[in-house]
């Protein structure tokens, strides 16, 4: 199983980025599907998750209202397109997906993690 995230650059601030997570190895459709990020010298935090049927979605508060999470299972990939950039948004991203008991923002409940991609917001 490999999960390969893509999408990250440099924009700048007020800008926007889609990534991406592209699954493989089995079939993601019964999965829920989170993303992180880790910023320079700081832990990884929780950015947004996404339940298996879609219907469900989660966000931090600090990217609540600029960033939405979506899900095409036909493609086995989650998308996260972030508007309003800010400074701070600046991180490693990673994708992650869960198909055992799952708590969206709790990182332990995710099986699979992606390499991550570096997002970069100039001010």
């Known amino acids: 199983v490999q999960l390969q995230a893509s999408g990250g650059g440099l924009v700048q601030h007020g800008g926007s980025l889609r990534l991406s997570c592209v699954a493989s190895g089995r079939t993601f459709g019964s999965s829920a599907w989170g993303w992180f990020r880790q910023a320079p010298g700081k832990e990884r935090e929780f950015v947004a998750a996404i339940s298996w049927s879609g219907g469900s979605t989660y966000y931090a508060d600090s990217v609540k209202g600029r960033f939405t999470i979506s899900r095409d299972n036909a493609r086995n990939t989650v998308y996260l397109q972030m508007n309003s950039l800010k400074p701070e948004d600046t991180a490693v991203y990673y994708c992650?997906?869960?198909?055992?008991?799952?708590?969206?923002?709790?990182?332990?409940?995710?099986?699979?993690w992606g390499q991550g991609t570096q997002v970069t917001i100039s001010s």
């Open positions: 992650a997906t869960s198909r055992t008991a799952w708590i969206p923002q709790q990182q332990d409940t995710y099986d699979y």
